[in-house]
């Protein structure tokens, strides 16, 4: 189950390189999203009912709101379920604080769906643009040929330092998930918007 954990592997391997770039690509992301929420809220939406999972994980109760109670003990057994280490669970924990109220837009105190979805959104589209920044060596925005290789070598690694059967059954899964966040039909490239797909694609996988 900890097979998610290589998403976050960076974390693992350079804490400091990743709480600065990670912090930034936040920041890049909400100052898009506050200068274009047109765009990004069709960006949000288009990704279907990937979100459900992590909705049904994070809101205990079935009400229309993940309570920032809720929010808080999601947050703390989904690091857990995932593996992360301390470090990571902080940096995250920051960003819940520093963003709460950026996501929580009617000031209720709680999340509702769609602020659900556009905080998650926000979320793996910095985890997409920090990856972009570690493997994308020529700088034109996607992952392909050695770039993507040198990416899934890590996912690999990291999953086997966790303890990960990698079995048939599970990386046939992962490549579909791959597979299904491809939206130029072409599986040997990475957008920012497929690798973030494809994280929603496996956190939906693992808790459905």
Same mark, same amino acid.
């Given at each position: 189950m900890k097979v998610a954990a290589a998403i976050v592997a960076l974390a693992?391997?350079?804490?400091?390189?990743?709480?600065? +770039?990670?912090?930034?690509?936040?920041?890049?992301? @909400?100052?898009?999203?506050?200068? +274009?929420?047109?765009?990004?809220?069709?960006?949000?939406?288009?990704?279907?009912?990937? @979100?459900?999972?992590?909705? +049904?994980?994070?809101?205990?109760?079935?009400?229309?709101?993940v309570s920032g109670?809720?929010?808080?003990a999601c947050a703390a057994a989904a690091a857990n379920h995932f593996g992360m280490q301390e470090g990571t669970k902080q940096y995250l924990y920051d960003f819940g604080v520093k963003y709460w109220?950026?996501?929580d837009r009617d000031g209720s105190g709680g999340f509702s769906e769609n602020e659900f979805k556009g905080g998650i959104a926000a979320f793996v589209g910095t985890n997409a643009k920090v990856l972009?920044?570690? @493997?994308?060596? +020529?700088?034109?925005?996607?992952l392909s040929g050695q770039e993507?290789?040198?990416?899934?070598?890590?996912?690999e690694t990291r999953a086997d330092k966790f303890g990960?059967?990698?079995?048939?059954e599970k990386v046939q899964a992962m490549q579909a998930a791959w597979a299904d966040a491809q939206t130029?039909?072409?599986?040997?490239?990475?957008?920012?918007?497929?690798?973030a797909k494809f994280q929603l694609n496996v956190f939906n996988g693992l808790l459905a």
């Open positions: 693992q391997a350079s804490p400091a390189w990743l709480v600065e +770039n990670w912090w930034q690509a936040a920041q890049e992301v @909400y100052a898009w999203a506050s200068a +274009n929420p047109e765009d990004f809220r069709n960006a949000a939406v288009s990704m279907g009912n990937r @979100y459900d999972a992590l909705w +049904n994980f994070c809101n205990a109760d079935g009400s229309d709101e109670a809720e929010f808080t109220d950026v996501i972009l920044k570690a @493997y994308d060596s +020529n700088d034109d925005g996607i993507l290789s040198d990416w899934r070598a890590m996912f990960v059967d990698l079995t048939p130029d039909g072409d599986a040997s490239t990475g957008t920012l918007f497929e690798l």
